[in-house]
Structure formats: structure tokens, C-alpha cells
């Protein structure tokens, strides 16, 4: 395959405007920028290969749809048997005392003696179940890449360039977000830089390309205030020199670092997201949903597969319809726009124990929840406020 040597740029990329001001003063003038590039450079269209039409530079091509799986979906499960146990015993009073303790040495200015002394008049548990489906996918998307070319081998289209999909990434472990960029194969070639055309340099935005600018103590006159004799700043020339060019009139491209071209390829960006849902029975005790995001539960069931089914046998159908629901939204969702490679689903018990107890004569209530033995209590009876000097 033979390659035109052009001065053109990959799709996207805009040619800014370059001019040199004229406008110097005496014995200063702006020196030439350098010629056209030294090396040739290669006309590529890669909107015609298939799988990144539309790959633009930094913004990306857009996620790309994955293929079909080349797989067939596993056999719905068979229905299990009945549990003979979904729940756990309440926590004991003493668990309940020692909760409440740390709750208060964990606080500034709150008091330990409503721990200590209070009476505990009663314990009701409130359990309920979380059901928490995660879907772990893999999305791939496209973008130009550029730095300055340094002398490598290019090799766009020395082989057939694989599809986005047929490139070879290392998952990670499931469940676990994760990108990785990876070079296409034979697409990087050698482009003139868009920004300077070529050049290497650009005109200098301070003088605009003139090398000098009106001198700041005389304002351009030659003279100093009030007087007749020459300006001792510019030594009456009205001008004195740019000094972020140093008088050239122009600075070394920020693109290419002076190198006049570009080496161009197109990356892939491959990235791995765990995407997770929740769904918490609402109880009746009073502490609100949002807290228990914070504590785990008792696993009660777990099951990971390419692609989960409902479950079944559970005894609460709140859990059974929200499964039901959550898996038929990941997997019209995520399956769009990602390829699917693992899914999990969970069911937690997770233990809530409302204590009510008397302090002082008057009945007070907090929350014990989670593994953790975390404690909810909005109106501990002794706290004050503590200024900071």
C-alpha cells in the first residue's frame, strides 16, 4: 500500500490562524520562523476502517456497542428449598448497654451516665432484608492520541487493524473498578503539527510576532518625562525587546516542542465498572433506611453467574419482586452500551434493635443496627455544648 505525503491532519483537529506583525521598531526586526516540515507525513483516513468512524482527538469516539455474546445463557435455576431459618435472635441487653457506652465516649461533651445508669424497659427487633444485585461490565470507547515525534517507526495499515473488540485486555478481579489504555495496532502515523503548520514555532502572543513591544517607561516616545534626552530604558528607541521570545518574535510550539510533527495514533480506552443496586425492606422502627448503608448484615444467600435469575423460595416478596425488578433493569441497561461479564446478587439480614430506657424518670429510645452494633441516637438525654478556646 502506497501513502501520500500531505499536510493534512486527522479528522478533528483545527488549523488556528499564524501571522507575524509587521510592526517593529528601528534595528529590531523579527527573524524568520523555520521552514516547512523536514519529514513527510502520511494522508490516512480511519473513518473508513471499521469499529472507530467518528474517532475524534480528546473528546473520544463514544462508547461503542459490544458484541453479541457468543455464549447462550445458562439454564434457569431450579427452585430452592424452603430455608428453615431467615432470622436472628435479638441482641441481649448487655450488648445493647455496651453499644450505647461507646456511642457516648465516641462524642465530644456527651455524657456516659445515660449508659451507665439508664434502665433498659424494652427490646423489639425490627430485622429486615437488603437485596444488592451487581453487575460487572466492561465498556471500550476511542480517541487520537499525539505527542511530539521523536523518530519512531510508524505502522498504520502495514497490517489489518483489529476491531475495538478484538484487542486483548487484562480484566481485572471481578467486581472491581478498573481502566487500562492500550495502543491500537497499525494505526500510528506521522502527521504535521496542526497547531504551528509545521513550523515548530509560533508568532509570540506579548508582541505579536514582532520581536519587541512599546517600551513601558517612555510609552513609545524615545524620551525621557519632561526632557529631551534619550529614554536610558530603550536608549531613545521607543521599543525595547519581548523578553518571554527573547526578540525572535516567536516561541517553540507547545504542541510538537519544536519538532515540526506529530506522531498520531488511536488509543483505546477500556474500562471496567461494578455497577450495584440496593433494595431495603422498609420497617416500622422508626430509623430511617439511609442509615443502614453504613452496616453490613448477615448473608443469607449469594449467588454469581454470567447472567442471575430471580430468586426463589425467599419468603418476603418484597425481596422476590424487587430481584426481579433490579434484574431486568441491568440487564436492558448495562447490556446496551457494555458487554456484561459477571453478574452478583445478595440478600443481607440486617439486625435492628429499638431500645427503650429510663433515665432520670423520664423513657428515652435509641437504635442498635448492622454487624457493627452501630448505634442511632438523635436525642441523647446528656449533651452539652463545650466552646473551644
Known sequence: MEYQATGQTPSGYLNPGYSISSEVGPGMSAPPLSEGPSAPTFNIDFDSVPGYEGTVAGGGGGFLPPPMPSFPNPPPPQPEPSQAQWNIPSISEDTAREALALYASSKCCYSSAPAKDGVITNMEAFNTYRYRLETFTESRSTEWSQKPYHGEPVDAFTQPIPGPWDIIAQAPTLFKDSKQVIKVPYTSSMKNCHYCMGMGRVACKQCAGAGNKVCWVCHGSGNNHGD??????CNGRGRENCTPCHGQ??????????????????NLTVKWTNNSSDYIVEQSSGLLLENLNQVTGKELFKDAQYLVYPVMGFPDLNVVSAAERLIREHQTTYSATSRILQQRQTIELIPITKVTYKWKGKSHIYFV???????NADNYPATCCCTIM
Open 369 to 375: 443496627y448492622g454487624n457493627e452494633f452501630k448505634v
Open 228 to 233: 529631551e534626552r534619550n529614554c536610558h530604558h
Open 249 to 266: 518574535g516567536s516561541t517553540e510550539c507547545s504542541t510538537c516542542h519544536g519538532r515540526r510533527q506529530l506522531l498520531v495514533n488511536i
